[in-house]
C-alpha cells in the first residue's frame, strides 16, 4: 500500500498563515449605509427582476442609493405593505415606493390559495408535496410563488396600459413597486373610501377589466378594497391571484364575481351604468369564454 503523507495537502482555498495574520489585524468593518436602513437592492434583483424599461425617470436607480423604512401603509392576512423611500444620500434624488412584504411560514398563509394555485406547479415532487401539506417549507415555497406571480402579473398589465402601479423589482418574497399617493407620504384612498368623481370612475374601471377578459385574465379578487383612487385616477393593486381564465378550469365564474362585486358597489351608489350582469357577459365576450 503506498504511505500517506505525514501532512494532509492543503485544499485549494484553505487560508495560510500570512492569510490568519492579515484577518487577525483588519478591524471589522460595518459594511451598513451611512443613513437609511439598507442598501439599495436595485442590484440584487436580475434583469427579468426588475420592472418594465424604459425605466420611469422618477426611479431610483444609482447603486449608492439607500432605502428608508418609513412604517406600514396596509396590512393583510398574506401580506404586509411598507412605506420606503430609495435615495441618493446628498442628492435630491429621492423616490417613495411601495414594499410588499409576504409573511414568512410562521404566520397563516393564503387562506383561499387553492382554487388559485390550480396548474401552479413546483418541478420538484418533494416541493408539492411540501406545498400540498401546507409545512413550513411548503408555505415558504406558495409565498415565493405568489410573489412572482403577482410582480409577473404587474409587468404584463404595466405593458398592456392597464392602470397599475409601476413594478420596480422583487428580492424574494418582497415586491418594490410604485407608491401611489401624495409625494408626503400619504397613501392614495380605496375606491370604498371614495363618493366623487364615480361615474368616470366606472368608465376607467370597465375599460380596464375589458383589457384583463382580452387577455385572457381576470383580477380573481377585485372589489372597492382594491382599487385606489389617485387625482381621479383609478389603480388597480393586489394581483398575486391573477387568473388565466381559459387555461383555468373555473375561469368564467373568476369573470362574473369580479363582475358581480364591483358592478355591485357602483350601482349602489347610484352609477346608472352598473350593471353586474351585463359586465359579466361583457367580460365573457370579450375572453371569448361566452
Request: charged share 25%; aromatic share 8%; with cysteine.
Given at each position: 500500500?503506498?504511505?500517506?503523507?505525514?501532512?494532509?495537502?492543503?485544499?485549494?482555498?484553505?487560508?495560510?498563515?500570512?492569510?490568519?495574520?492579515?484577518?487577525?489585524?483588519?478591524?471589522?468593518?460595518?459594511?451598513?449605509?451611512?443613513?437609511?436602513?439598507?442598501?439599495?437592492?436595485?442590484?440584487?434583483?436580475?434583469?427579468?427582476?426588475?420592472?418594465?424599461?424604459?425605466?420611469?425617470?422618477?426611479?431610483?436607480?444609482?447603486?449608492?442609493?439607500?432605502d428608508t423604512e418609513h412604517g406600514l401603509l396596509k396590512t393583510g392576512k398574506e401580506a404586509d405593505v411598507h412605506l420606503i423611500s430609495r435615495g441618493v444620500p446628498g442628492t435630491d434624488r429621492v423616490c417613495l415606493l411601495a414594499a410588499k412584504r409576504y409573511r414568512s411560514s410562521e404566520h397563516r398563509l393564503f387562506h383561499r390559495d387553492s382554487g388559485y394555485l390550480e396548474g401552479r406547479r413546483a418541478r420538484e415532487s418533494r416541493m408539492n408535496r411540501a406545498m400540498a401539506n401546507r409545512t413550513a417549507f411548503g408555505k415558504q415555497v406558495i409565498a415565493a410563488q405568489w410573489a412572482v406571480a403577482e410582480f409577473e402579473a404587474l409587468c404584463?398589465?404595466?405593458?398592456?396600459?392597464?392602470?397599475?402601479?409601476?413594478?420596480v423589482q422583487i428580492v424574494g418574497t418582497e415586491i418594490l413597486q410604485e407608491f401611489v399617493g401624495t409625494p408626503d407620504g400619504y397613501?392614495?384612498?380605496?375606491?370604498?373610501?371614495?363618493?366623487?368623481?364615480?361615474?368616470?370612475?366606472?368608465?376607467?374601471?370597465?375599460?380596464?377589466?375589458v383589457?384583463?377578459?382580452?387577455?385572457?385574465?381576470?383580477?380573481?379578487?377585485?372589489s372597492p378594497y382594491n382599487l385606489l383612487v389617485h387625482e381621479g385616477r383609478l389603480v388597480i393593486i393586489d394581483l398575486p391571484q391573477i387568473v388565466d381564465v381559459i387555461a383555468h378550469p373555473a375561469g368564467p365564474s373568476f369573470l362574473?364575481?369580479?363582475?358581480?362585486?364591483?358592478?355591485?358597489?357602483?350601482?349602489?351608489?347610484?352609477?346608472a351604468a352598473a350593471d353586474p350582469d351585463t359586465l359579466a357577459d361583457l367580460l365573457r365576450k370579450e375572453s371569448g369564454r361566452t
Amino acid at each position: 500500500m503506498p504511505k500517506h503523507s505525514q501532512h494532509r495537502s492543503r485544499g485549494k482555498f484553505a487560508l495560510d498563515a500570512d492569510d490568519i495574520e492579515w484577518l487577525e489585524s483588519t478591524p471589522e468593518t460595518d459594511d451598513g449605509p451611512p443613513e437609511g436602513d439598507r442598501w439599495s437592492t436595485w442590484d440584487q434583483s436580475t434583469p427579468t427582476e426588475k420592472g418594465p424599461k424604459p425605466y420611469p425617470d422618477w426611479l431610483v436607480t444609482e447603486l449608492a442609493a439607500v432605502d428608508t423604512e418609513h412604517g406600514l401603509l396596509k396590512t393583510g392576512k398574506e401580506a404586509d405593505v411598507h412605506l420606503i423611500s430609495r435615495g441618493v444620500p446628498g442628492t435630491d434624488r429621492v423616490c417613495l415606493l411601495a414594499a410588499k412584504r409576504y409573511r414568512s411560514s410562521e404566520h397563516r398563509l393564503f387562506h383561499r390559495d387553492s382554487g388559485y394555485l390550480e396548474g401552479r406547479r413546483a418541478r420538484e415532487s418533494r416541493m408539492n408535496r411540501a406545498m400540498a401539506n401546507r409545512t413550513a417549507f411548503g408555505k415558504q415555497v406558495i409565498a415565493a410563488q405568489w410573489a412572482v406571480a403577482e410582480f409577473e402579473a404587474l409587468c404584463r398589465l404595466w405593458e398592456l396600459g392597464v392602470p397599475v402601479p409601476y413594478p420596480v423589482q422583487i428580492v424574494g418574497t418582497e415586491i418594490l413597486q410604485e407608491f401611489v399617493g401624495t409625494p408626503d407620504g400619504y397613501a392614495a384612498p380605496r375606491l370604498a373610501q371614495v363618493s366623487d368623481g364615480l361615474d368616470d370612475l366606472w368608465k376607467q374601471l370597465v375599460e380596464a377589466m375589458v383589457t384583463l377578459a382580452g387577455e385572457g385574465l381576470a383580477h380573481g379578487d377585485l372589489s372597492p378594497y382594491n382599487l385606489l383612487v389617485h387625482e381621479g385616477r383609478l389603480v388597480i393593486i393586489d394581483l398575486p391571484q391573477i387568473v388565466d381564465v381559459i387555461a383555468h378550469p373555473a375561469g368564467p365564474s373568476f369573470l362574473d364575481r369580479d363582475a358581480r362585486n364591483v358592478a355591485t358597489w357602483f350601482a349602489a351608489k347610484g352609477v346608472a351604468a352598473a350593471d353586474p350582469d351585463t359586465l359579466a357577459d361583457l367580460l365573457r365576450k370579450e375572453s371569448g369564454r361566452t
